[in-house]
């Protein structure tokens, strides 16, 4: 499995970026999926986490009731809805695959996509 992050960019405060996670290869079907954030100088963030079926989802607490993940198996893809976005949300943003769930602490992840960097400005 080979994970392509993409649709990151430069959004102004209280706008929406929907992050694509695309796999090539392997059966992206099976994996559960963790989304992950970076900013500079600090640690990686868990931020959603979404099963294998897309039937159980979980969000941290700093993105809860903005953020939404899904994912099309069909298409080997995942997302990640990002809504009134806030410049604290400027990070390099990763999506990872699990071959059990997902895990917060980063645990566990067999495959990390390159990251896409999203630059909210205020």
């Known amino acids: 499995v080979q994970l392509q992050a993409s649709g990151g960019g430069l959004v102004q405060a209280g706008g929406s970026l929907l992050l694509s996670c695309l796999s090539s290869?392997?059966?992206?079907?099976?994996?559960?999926l963790g989304w992950f954030r970076q900013a500079p100088g600090t640690e990686r963030e868990f931020i959603a986490g979404?099963?294998?079926?897309?039937?159980?989802?979980y969000y941290a607490t700093s993105v809860k009731g903005r953020f939404t993940v899904s994912r099309d198996n069909d298409k080997n893809t995942a997302y990640l809805q990002m809504n009134g976005l806030k410049p604290e949300d400027t990070a390099v943003y990763y999506c990872?695959?699990?071959?059990?769930?997902?895990?917060?602490?980063?645990?566990?992840?067999?495959?990390w996509g390159q990251g896409t960097l999203v630059t909210v400005s205020s």
């Open positions: 990872a695959a699990h071959p059990h769930g997902f895990d917060m602490g980063g645990v566990g992840y067999e495959y």
């Open positions: 979404l099963s294998a079926d897309g039937s159980w989802k």
């Open positions: 290869g392997g059966t992206f079907s099976t994996y559960g």
